[in-house]
């Protein structure tokens, strides 16, 4: 179902000579290899990719599809089009992302894409986001102590995120620390996306609502549904 969805957001979203945001995650490394297919087999050309993460770049640079940053001139700062998972959708299309730990690149790729499209399968789709998934947050360590105490003066849980493989927390591609946060009852995600981003220390939040996206929603059928068009 993964594939199905990522292959049909592509198929119908990417065209030539494209700035494309290259999605972060198990859905969206889809979108990624349909892409480098493509390219390989003639029916796409002059696609330019950004990517949200050092993950998504190797993928990029093994299917051999070219890398730059928002930086470049060639991509002055905004791409065309952005493709990438989420971990949650509510119904009015705000997303929570972040859980592959790649949240602030993913919101500077869909913040400055002239098109953002969210390729998920259908149990993503939730009536309140931030109570069932909780929501990264991204923390600089030296805040560590100061942001866990103001995300609990605002009534939330939050467990610092370790990972397999090795000692201690997660560490992020920018090198900064990962708190999972949940609240106990639903909260305004708009409101509190801005109330998370003024708390000194925090790097960036897995909340988006301040671009409203198109979702590929992939259906147990095996049809792909659209909203936001």
């Known amino acids: 179902m993964k594939r199905r969805v990522a292959f049909h957001a592509v198929d119908t979203h990417v065209k030539d000579g494209m700035r494309v945001g290259l999605g972060t995650g198990s859905t969206a490394v889809w979108a990624i290899r349909r892409i480098g297919e493509h390219m390989r087999e003639g029916r796409l050309s002059g696609i330019v990719g950004v990517a949200t993460s050092f993950a998504s770049e190797m993928e990029a640079h093994r299917l051999g599809i070219p890398v730059r940053s928002l930086n470049d001139p060639e991509i002055g700062g905004e791409v065309d089009l952005a493709i990438d998972g ?5 119904p009015t299309l705000h997303l929570v992302k972040g859980g592959g730990g790649a949240l602030f690149r993913e919101k500077l ?62 560490v992020t591609d920018n090198g900064n620390l990962l708190v999972d946060v949940r609240f106990p009852a639903p909260v305004d995600p708009e409101e509190m996306e801005i109330r998370l981003g003024l708390i000194p220390g925090v790097y960036e939040t897995g909340f988006f609502t301040r671009i409203r996206p198109t979702v590929c929603v992939g259906l147990p059928s095996g049809e792909v549904r659209t909203l936001g068009e």
Do not use: M
Not at 86 to 90: I, K, P, R, T
Not at 109 to 135: D, Q, S, W
Not at 148 to 164: M, P
């Open 109 to 170: 790729v869909a913040y400055n894409a002239r098109r953002f499209v969210v390729v998920v399968e259908e149990c993503k789709l939730v009536p309140h986001i931030g109570t069932g998934f909780p929501i990264p947050v991204e923390v600089v360590p030296e805040a560590r102590a100061c942001v866990l105490k103001a995300l609990e003066a605002l009534g939330a849980e939050w467990t610092i995120r370790h990972g397999s493989g090795k000692q201690g927390p997660v």
């Open 86 to 90: 989420a971990d949650e959708v509510d």
